[in-house]
């Protein structure tokens, strides 16, 4: 497994996505700690909603970029519609289409229209340029789940994961 394949969706750095979200009640999972700005739901389904932009710019479709960062977190009806197994499946669902690119050494220097903010041009960037935003933008949110796991009282999951 490449470096690139381990950054999105294996034990690179950090603890692995499965890891991760091991273990979690929906409920606790929707719990919003003191001080805290988001939830670990609404944490996953916003690196889910930019890990589908991702991957659906390197297919060739221009998604527009979200107007306003709010739009990359879900309202309270997409928090009713999808349950927390739900978005969780789709989470790896995608990820694991993203690790089956960062698999296929031919693509990774294609260029990629990638729509910017409103107002701004768009830019070209390649396929393993879009994978490696994707993969530190995910570190980013998992560490930020981490965090919220341990203001929880859920951290390590059972399968494990580093503790300082």
């Not at 009806?77 to 927390?84: A, F, G, N, P, Q």
């Given at each position: 497994?490449?470096?690139?394949?381990?950054?999105?969706?294996?034990?690179?750095?950090?603890?692995?996505?499965?890891f991760i979200l091991e273990g979690l009640a929906p409920d606790l999972a929707h719990r919003v700690p003191g001080g805290a700005p988001h939830s670990i739901y609404e944490e996953l389904w916003h690196i889910t909603f930019w890990q589908q932009i991702t991957l659906d710019w390197i297919a060739g479709i221009e998604t527009p970029f979200p107007p306003s960062p709010v739009d990359g977190f879900p309202t309270v009806?997409?928090?009713?519609?999808?349950?927390?197994d739900q978005l969780r499946e789709r989470f790896f669902a995608g990820n694991q289409q993203a690790v089956a690119v960062?698999?296929?050494?031919?693509?990774?220097?294609?260029?990629v229209r990638c729509p910017s903010r409103p107002g701004h041009p768009v830019r070209i960037m390649t396929v393993r340029d879009q994978l490696e935003s994707l993969g530190a933008h995910n570190a980013y949110h998992f560490g930020r789940i981490v965090l919220l796991r341990q203001l929880l009282g859920a951290w390590p999951p059972p399968s494990g994961g580093f503790s300082w």
């Open positions: 497994m490449s470096e690139l394949e381990q950054v999105l969706s294996g034990d690179s750095a950090a603890a692995p996505p499965a009806l997409d928090s009713e519609r999808e349950y927390w960062a698999r296929d050494q031919s693509r990774l220097d294609a260029p």
